[in-house]
């Protein structure tokens, strides 16, 4: 079981990659609304951009594919931590996992900064079992950790997360693929209301095997958002529909 559990004043936050590194008042988002502020993906060296076409639209949504650039943790913090510890809701760092001993680094940057809350660790497509649990196994210290998984690899891994002592399971954009202006395939994450019910029946399944699950997915509107809490997702995650001002 968790050593730190998930306890948010409310079940809203934003999804990673939605809103940037700290809450922005300028934003246009009302953040009385939310219950924790998760930030960009962060990895502990910096990231480039991917090459090429990076968005591409389908109906009922759009396909991402941006190689989650970044300056890298010590860069972040030297920006944001001010601003984490000056922000009006709980801040949740993402952190992108690769290799267990630079999770395990990133870590001890942020044990003890003042306004962070706990970590969400994404992990990465296709990942393995035995990979995933050192992974989040690096990430277990002082701070509640959420561990970010495909849809497609929730049911799997799922339980083997808990049991490594996570507080929750969050569930990131199912993967796709579109063919782009030269033809040739663009592989991404997918976003948009045409994945609703896909992350709906996968939090349904989730829940009734007993595993505290972030929700996210498709989430357009305040009903998919009660349909989620319905179905017992201990919070939703917001994506797309913040860039929208909603």
């Known amino acids: 079981m968790s050593k730190y559990d998930l306890f948010l004043e409310l079940p809203v936050m934003n999804a990673a990659g939605a809103l940037g590194f700290a809450p922005d008042p300028h934003s246009g988002v009302d953040f009385t609304r939310l219950g924790a502020f998760v930030t960009h993906p962060v990895s502990l060296k910096p990231r480039t951009p991917a090459h090429g076409e990076r968005c591409l639209a389908f109906a009922g949504g759009i396909l ?31 952190l992108l996992a690769q290799h267990p001993a630079e999770i395990a680094e990133a870590l001890a940057m942020l044990e003890g900064l003042e306004g962070v809350y706990g970590v969400e660790v994404g992990l990465p497509p296709n990942v393995s079992r035995e990979l995933a649990m050192q992974l989040v196994t690096a990430a277990l210290g002082e701070l509640p950790v959420v561990a970010r998984l495909s849809p497609d ?18 569930l990131g954009a199912p993967r796709g693929a579109l063919p782009g202006r030269d033809g040739a395939l663009l592989h991404g994450r997918l976003y948009g209301p045409a994945i609703f019910p896909q992350a709906l ?26 349909a989620m809490l319905a179905a017992g997702a201990r919070a939703v995650q917001l994506d797309t529909w913040l860039w929208r001002g909603a």
């Open 64 to 94: 991402v594919h941006t190689g989650y650039p970044n300056p890298g943790l010590r860069a972040v913090l030297r920006r944001y931590a001010s601003r984490w510890r000056s922000a009006s809701l709980p801040v949740i760092v993402h």
């Open 153 to 170: 690899q929730a049911g799997e891994l799922a339980a083997s997360m808990l049991e490594c002592g996570v507080a929750a399971v969050s």
């Open 201 to 226: 029946e996968a939090t349904n399944d989730l829940v009734e095997r007993g595993i505290p699950v972030v929700a996210a997915g498709g989430i357009y509107s305040s009903t998919q958002i009660d």
